[in-house]
């Protein structure tokens, strides 16, 4: 096995006042990953003293959480795969949890031959600390905001929560009026009970009132014994009515009642029951509108809205999209196992010049999208859904190249085939897998295609 050969005193200084100077810590090892060199940087780190760490195994020192199920190192010697600001924890000397980010490569001298390899590490122990600093200063329960509208709101939301009265949350779909609603239940000394969550949207008038009251035994045909309905479910908690203004006006009489007495009747039943419960609603619709309209009832829209909060489309807290970015990728990482540090700047610009009128929610699915298809620690532009970036290069400019249409789905279906796959290989760089994806065809399927036209050939 080929060894280190020794440096000329010269050499060894220079290389010894090189080491010295890095702020970041530096270690060699040789083939069997016992510790050559160790800089200062690297006994500050992990407060191991030089000659405590040389002669012993990397994992004798470091106790990372990837030593047993998947050293850098060993792999890097193995395979010669360099790692590249790969970020993982060490426990130091005196037991502390550590961030770190590590880099590897192989140490081959003149000829070639494996020697090594070296692995330089970055204390984040600061910038996690600032993470978690911005993550407290701009995050609240699970919703996570520096828009000024928002943080009003927030700045008020446990006196709110605390009181027995009505909330209502008025905004567009995908924009959060769900995770407001946990955080008042959360907030409130109703938390240990039941929450309970109430479609409206999806409940027909003929089954409203059996689903919410439940039924008694014989009450119709299919009763064959009594059922709880949802308001007995969450009793002494909190119910969420979600899309509340989809409620026809037959079934919005029932809920009235609830709301003004805190009682009801179970269909087929002849006792009054008293309901113990808080309740909170959401509507992607300006109920007072639907009260204009006559599609909402004015004494249930003023039941409900004894506090009333309306929050905002996503364009108009674009200040909120890196924040958001970021919590998207950390919970995904956490999913997926994978490591994904970031997206691109060019993808950060598409993000911030989008009109987003799916919200938030549209936000995570592009995030999603793009961790299904990355494979390496960027996201990259290569890695956004097609219709996120035609509907983004549509709205930047009315001048694009791109053929004429209202929309991205328009502007696909205006092509023919050949024409649709030679534009997806052009906005994917060549790339047959993404454009399979883009396509909702298999790979193989997109390779005859490409050769029945002559593409790429």
């Known amino acids: 096995m080929p060894s280190i050969p020794p440096l000329k005193d010269k050499d060894q200084l220079f290389f010894k006042v090189i080491l010295s100077s890095i702020a970041d810590g530096v270690f060699t090892v040789d083939e069997d990953r016992r510790i050559t060199s160790f800089n200062p940087a690297a006994e500050r780190i992990t407060g191991v003293a030089l000659e405590h760490a040389v002669g012993k195994k990397c994992y004798e020192v470091f106790h990372s959480d990837v030593c047993e199920s998947g050293c850098l190192l060993h792999r890097t010697l193995k395979t010669g795969q360099e790692a590249v600001d790969m970020p993982v924890n060490i426990l130091t000397n005196d037991g502390r949890r550590v961030p770190i980010s590590i880099s590897t490569a192989v140490l081959r001298d003149e000829e070639d031959n494996v020697l090594g390899a070296v692995e330089t590490f970055r204390d984040l122990s600061a910038i996690e600390q600032l993470r978690k600093d911005l993550e407290r200063q701009y995050s609240f329960e699970d919703i996570v905001t520096k828009s000024p509208k928002l943080l009003k709101i927030l700045s008020i939301l446990p006196d709110i929560a605390e009181s027995e009265s009505t909330v209502l949350f008025q905004g567009p779909s995908g924009s959060g009026k769900e995770l407001f609603a946990r955080a008042v239940h959360n907030l409130s000394p109703r938390n240990d009970k039941p929450y309970v969550v109430i479609n409206c949207g999806t409940l027909p008038p003929t089954l409203f009132e059996s689903e919410l009251f439940g039924y008694v035994k014989g009450a119709f045909t299919d009763a064959k014994k009594n059922k709880a309905g949802k308001i007995a479910t969450a009793e002494g908690g909190t119910v969420f009515l979600d899309e509340v203004g989809e409620l026809p006006l037959q079934t919005q009489v029932k809920l009235l009642r609830l709301l003004q007495q805190r009682?009801?009747?179970?269909?087929?039943?002849?006792?009054?029951?008293?309901?113990?419960?808080?309740?909170?609603?959401?509507?992607?619709?300006?109920?007072?509108?639907?009260?204009?309209?006559?599609?909402?009832?004015?004494?249930?829209?003023?039941?409900?809205?004894?506090?009333?909060?309306?929050?905002?489309?996503?364009?108009?807290?674009?200040?909120?999209?890196?924040?958001?970015?970021?919590?998207?990728?950390?919970?995904?990482?956490a999913?997926?196992?994978?490591?994904?540090?970031?997206?691109?700047?060019?993808?950060?610009?598409?993000?911030?010049?989008?009109?987003?009128?799916?919200?938030?929610?549209?936000?995570?699915?592009?995030?999603?999208?793009?961790?299904?298809?990355?494979?390496?620690?960027?996201?990259?532009?290569?890695?956004?859904?097609?219709?996120?970036?035609?509907?983004?290069?549509?709205?930047?400019?009315?001048?694009?190249?791109?053929?004429?249409?209202?929309?991205?789905?328009?502007?696909?279906?205006?092509?023919?085939?050949?024409?649709?796959?030679?534009?997806?290989?052009?906005?994917?760089?060549?790339?047959?897998?993404?454009?399979?994806?883009?396509?909702?065809?298999?790979?193989?399927?997109?390779?005859?295609?490409?050769?029945?036209?002559?593409?790429?050939?």
Not at 305 to 317: G, M, W, Y
Not at 355 to 375: K, Q, S, T, Y
Request: aromatic letters at 8%; one cysteine or more; charged letters at 30%.
């Open 263 to 333: 009682v009801y009747e179970p269909v087929g039943g002849l006792q009054t029951i008293k309901a113990n419960i808080r309740v909170v609603a959401a509507t992607n619709k300006d109920l007072r509108e639907e009260v204009a309209r006559g599609r909402f009832r004015d004494d249930l829209y003023f039941r409900l809205a004894v506090i009333r909060f309306d929050l905002p489309f996503l364009s108009e807290r674009r200040e909120d999209i890196p924040l958001l970015v970021d919590h998207f990728i950390r919970r995904f990482n």
């Open 335 to 457: 999913r997926s196992g994978k490591n994904i540090l970031g997206v691109s700047p060019e993808v950060m610009d598409l993000l911030m010049r989008h009109d987003f009128p799916g919200n938030v929610r549209e936000l995570e699915n592009v995030i999603e999208f793009g961790f299904a298809v990355c494979h390496g620690r960027t996201l990259e532009t290569d890695h956004l859904p097609l219709e996120f970036k035609i509907s983004t290069r549509l709205e930047a400019s009315e001048e694009s190249a791109m053929p004429a249409g209202s929309g991205g789905a328009s502007v696909l279906e205006s092509m023919d085939e050949e024409q649709r796959i030679r534009y997806l290989l052009k906005e994917n760089r060549g790339r047959r897998d993404l454009t399979a994806i883009d396509l909702g065809i298999e790979r193989t399927t997109l390779w005859r295609k490409m050769k029945k036209y002559g593409i790429g050939s």
